[in-house]
């Protein structure tokens, strides 16, 4: 306590850090805790996962796995047919999943299209504007006068890219894809189908991929400038050094020394899914959902979308000098006390009469 007067006694203000011994007695700050578990176990929380890549390498089983239960788009669409989609076409399906009085809406975001056809040029872009469109409409409801207490959030979280298992160097539009995607949402990429190749093809094959990865500059989740502290460095690193996650998905169960366990059953015996010894699954899933889900949703929130809405309120930003405002459109107030309306709400501008 006399270090904290002390402190205070030399102009800094009423300012200084006061540790649980220095208390008089118990005040149950810690408490606050609680009521955040209480009031997010109420609410529930939402988390969006799309999966990018050419048909056949396991998306929707994969994801089935993740979450184990059937949740992609694929295992919910009654008499589903693989048809090779002519274009892009993003598809979403959305579910409640509830563990232990925890609730999470999961939307998974399919992009069958992508990678299929002969000519892949610009196959991105769907994708892209997809990603975008979701920023918009967050800013859209995120700058109403009257705005929700509660803004429902479809921007994309988390974007896994299945890369085929060819064992040489990443293809020109995992490259070009990747690299577009990077800047704007957080991409995990992963090896599909890594039974596929020996131990040693598949060690090779990482290392050729984060020397691409390197050399053309692309940025994959976890980025090294988001760590916030030395703690979360040294597990970080560890990730950076594992990515990409060379996987096995699937949704059958097989006995193993009397245990029920994930796996596929080849002759030469059973691939287990959540075997360390065998595929990389448990690390994937440990980083999307048991370590760094929340990270995901504050990266999106903190480093993407404030970039878009930066960059969007610069360029649509328009002074009003005798307007009216529709009460439907949203408002702001710069920092000079300037009314500002982005340019997306111009057409609802009436000149008073």
């Known amino acids: 306590m006399a270090q904290f007067w002390q402190y205070c006694s030399k102009g800094h203000g009423l300012q200084g850090t006061i540790k649980g011994r220095d208390l008089f007695g118990y005040v149950g700050i810690e408490a606050v805790l609680d009521q955040m578990r209480r009031k997010t176990m109420k609410a529930g929380f939402e988390f969006n996962i799309m999966v990018v890549g050419q048909s056949g390498l396991g998306k929707s089983t994969l994801v089935n796995t993740l979450f184990k239960s059937k949740v992609s788009r694929k295992s919910c669409t009654p008499n589903y047919e693989e048809k090779i989609s002519k274009t892009v076409k993003l598809q979403s399906v959305s579910h409640v999943i509830e563990e232990k009085g925890v609730k999470m ?72 894809f990747m690299k577009r995607l990077g800047k704007i949402v957080s991409i995990v990429p992963v090896i599909a189908k890594a039974d596929t190749l020996t131990m040693e093809e598949r060690q090779e094959f990482k290392q050729r991929i984060r020397h691409d990865l390197k050399a053309n500059g692309i940025r994959v989740y976890p980025q090294t400038e988001y760590d916030e502290d030395p703690e979360d460095r040294i597990l970080n690193d560890k990730i950076r050094e594992n990515i990409p996650f060379a996987v096995v998905g699937t949704d059958k169960e097989h006995q193993v020394n009397g245990n029920k366990v994930l796996g596929r059953k080849t002759k030469w015996g059973i691939i287990e899914v959540e075997n360390m010894a065998h595929c990389e699954f448990a690390n994937l899933r440990d980083l999307l959902i048991r370590s760094h889900l929340q990270d995901l949703k504050d990266v999106t929130h903190n480093i993407h979308y404030e970039t878009f809405r930066v960059r969007r309120l610069n360029e649509s930003n328009l002074t009003v000098h005798g307007l009216a ?29």
Do not use: M
């Open 105 to 176: 809406k999961l939307t998974v975001i399919d992009t069958p299209g992508f990678g299929d056809q002969i000519n892949n040029e610009n196959c991105w872009e769907p994708i892209v504007n997809y990603v975008n469109e979701q920023y918009e409409r967050y800013l859209k409801e995120e700058l109403y006068v009257n705005r929700k207490r509660r803004i429902p959030d479809t921007r994309v979280h988390c974007c896994v890219y299945f890369l085929p298992a060819t064992g040489h160097w990443l293809r020109p539009i995992d490259v070009e």
């Open 325 to 353: 405002l529709c009460p439907q459109i949203p408002c702001l107030l710069s920092s000079d006390s300037t009314l500002t309306v982005p340019k997306f709400h111009v057409n609802c501008l009436q000149t008073p009469r």
